[in-house]
């Protein structure tokens, strides 16, 4: 437990330093994570800051942030370590060139941390400058139940074994966080080793305030209309729901166009910062953004 962190309201303000708006529940959750050195599992929408409270931790505790970005098919080897097999080669042709072909020397010599190539599980148990890094397991949704094993053990001992060099154990287990999508549901097993919580979409006054830490160019006035839009766009039958990284790029492509209010015509020409879908964004033309954008300054209005 770093010194920086003795309370949830320290975690709300280190957040906040990092303009990250952090909520009680989210700050609570938080707090426990670092003070029990439980990893911390995040679930929820994509695009609804999941990931950047993994960077505003690791930044606001000045450690080191080491990702681990998950996909289908992502085995040990690639989360942990590979060796360097261009390497090794030149190693072997250089040998022989000098006449070294002693096989049992050469393996020793090939199989050593000179020709390990650390990928980022490895890396989370080493040593860093500042303490122990933050490990961030990104959308571990993405991969599959043999890959959740593996995880579940590394996480539970903070260990990893090499068979040429042994086990390697992380002298102070490192701060993990976990972000799921829901593309799948995640093994109750791997849950159950964390602490869990669910990130939703903010309301309206949330949002309004991580908009304004995230772009604090855009006019009070823009800023409420976008965020309103949004809100109101989330209610819709879409494919795909923005989230608040999309609010915040789109208030920033509208400034970028020196846009000072909504329209329907800037809508329109803009939608492809907050829509990703093309049968979304064909739903909205027309009509259907004015009407939008109607009943967003409606709720604007209301006391």
């Known amino acids: 437990m770093t010194d920086k962190i003795s309370s949830i309201d320290d975690v709300i303000a280190a957040l906040d330093g990092q303009d990250y708006v952090c909520g009680r529940a989210l700050g609570t959750v938080a707090?426990?994570?670092?003070?029990?050195?439980?990893?911390?599992?995040?679930?929820?929408?994509?695009?609804?800051?999941?990931?950047?409270?993994?960077?505003?931790?690791?930044?606001?505790?000045?450690?080191r942030l080491i990702r681990l970005q998950c996909y289908e098919g992502l085995d040990a080897a690639q989360a942990v370590y590979e060796w360097n097999f261009a390497a090794q080669m030149v190693a072997i042709r250089t040998a022989e060139a000098a006449g070294g072909t002693d096989a049992a020397h050469l393996r020793d010599t090939l199989f050593t941390s000179e020709f390990l190539i650390e990928r980022p599980l490895l890396?989370?148990?080493?040593?860093?400058?500042?303490?122990?890094?933050?490990l961030l397991v990104d959308e571990v949704d993405r991969t599959d139940e043999p890959f959740e094993a593996f995880l579940l053990e590394a996480l539970s001992d903070f260990q990893v074994t090499i068979p040429e060099l042994g086990t390697i154990r992380a002298p102070e287990p490192p701060i993990v966080i976990l972000t799921s999508n829901r593309t799948r549901e995640v093994h109750d097993a791997l849950k159950r080793r964390c602490l869990y919580h669910w990130v939703d979409y903010p309301g309206f006054a949330r949002e309004l305030e991580i908009l304004q830490a995230r772009a604090p160019e855009a006019s009070a006035q823009l800023s409420r209309e976008v965020v309103a839009f949004v809100q109101r766009l989330r209610t819709e039958d879409l494919f795909k729901k923005p989230g608040v990284a999309e609010t915040i790029d789109w208030a920033k492509c509208l400034l970028a166009l020196d846009v000072l209010t909504l329209s329907p015509e800037v809508i329109a020409d803009t939608l492809g910062a907050v829509l990703k879908y093309q049968d979304d964004i064909a739903r909205l033309q027309g009509l259907e953004a004015k009407r939008i954008l109607d009943e967003a300054r409606q709720m604007l209005e209301t006391p």
């Open 123 to 134: 890396q989370a148990m080493r040593p860093q400058p500042g303490g122990a890094p933050v």
């Open 31 to 63: 707090f426990l994570a670092l003070r029990l050195g439980r990893p911390l599992f995040l679930e929820g929408e994509a695009g609804t800051g999941k990931t950047e409270i993994a960077k505003a931790i690791a930044s606001a505790l000045g450690r």
